[in-house]
């Protein structure tokens, strides 16, 4: 069986796939929003390790089609290191489809084209990459680690090796205060990158966090539930997007949206009013509790 050490996420759409950690923790990890790995020092997973848990996959398991590889971002890997890990995953499930992966925007810069180009030929089809906010401002205060310009050139570098991109930005990160820029700077950024997806988290404080504790000294204001309906119709109506998926199904939002824009572009608007209108019921909170 598969083993698992310490809080394991993923993307909703890898809900289907073999999850397999191949980092613990991230190495960045201080983002001051996230909770997620606070308890778990980054440490690279050994290979036999990772090779054990694929075998014991195999044996009751050989269909196979999509895999996500974890923890926080797997790009920091060394380029030998991942080619190791995916190829053993082709030659192991014949039917692989595609892997994905959390990325950081300076882990996809630090590898050439030719490398990405290289994963992509063993089936990495996908990177999820945080973008968070299209304002620098607000990066530099979640302590992000890296500027809106290295996301833009980072998105852009995967998509020229055929790797899909989704996107995530979190509704309400710049607080009342930083609202409406993080709102139309996000959406420039957005449309800069035009990723495959682009996914919406909303904001929710978790104790022990740098924010939280901003958030009890007064120092940050939380958005109300329709104020981030409302800065999420903001973004929408600045988005310039052609091909790209939009979706706001993570279990934090108070509104699950989908549709492509910029085909669905009203329609999604039109959702998005009537929530602020009280048309449609919101998600309540003991829904949204991760």
Do not use: W
């Not at 996000?186 to 682009?198: C, D, E, G, I, V």
């Not at 997007?241 to 934090?252: C, G, K, Q």
């Amino acid at each position: 069986m598969v083993r698992y050490y310490g809080t394991v996420i993923r993307p909703p759409s890898e809900a289907n796939s073999l999850i397999l950690q191949v980092t613990y923790g991230c190495s960045h990890n201080k983002c001051t929003f996230c909770g997620t790995y606070l308890d778990k020092p980054f440490r690279v997973r050994p290979l036999e390790e990772v090779f054990e848990d694929i075998d014991s996959v195999k044996r009751y398991a050989n269909d196979v089609t999509r895999v996500f590889l974890c923890d926080g971002n797997g790009m920091v890997l060394p380029q030998s290191h991942l080619l190791s890990v995916l190829d053993k995953l082709n030659s192991t499930f014949p039917n692989l489809q595609r892997v994905g992966i959390y990325a950081n925007a300076k882990d996809i810069l630090r590898k050439s084209l030719d490398d990405l180009t290289e994963l992509r030929s063993r089936k990495l089809g996908i990177i999820y990459i945080g973008l968070e906010s299209g304002s620098d401002l607000i990066l530099r205060k979640v302590k992000k680690g890296a500027s809106v310009e290295q996301q833009i050139e980072a998105v852009r570098k995967a998509q020229q090796a055929d790797i899909k991109a989704s996107v995530i930005a979190i509704l309400g990160l710049g607080g009342r205060t930083l609202s409406e820029e993080h709102a139309v700077k996000t959406a420039y950024a957005l449309n800069q990158m035009q990723p495959r997806f682009a996914s919406f988290l909303t904001l929710m404080l978790v104790e022990g966090t740098e924010l939280a504790e901003e958030y009890l000294r007064g120092e940050f204001e939380l958005l109300q539930p329709v104020e981030f309906l409302k800065e999420l119709r903001t973004i929408v109506e600045n988005l310039e997007l052609e091909r790209t998926v939009f979706r706001t199904n993570h279990a934090s939002n108070f509104l699950a949206l989908e549709g492509v824009l910029s085909k669905d572009k009203e329609k999604i608007l039109r959702e998005l009013n009537r929530g602020i209108n009280g048309e449609v019921p919101l998600r309540p909170d003991f829904f949204r509790a991760l």
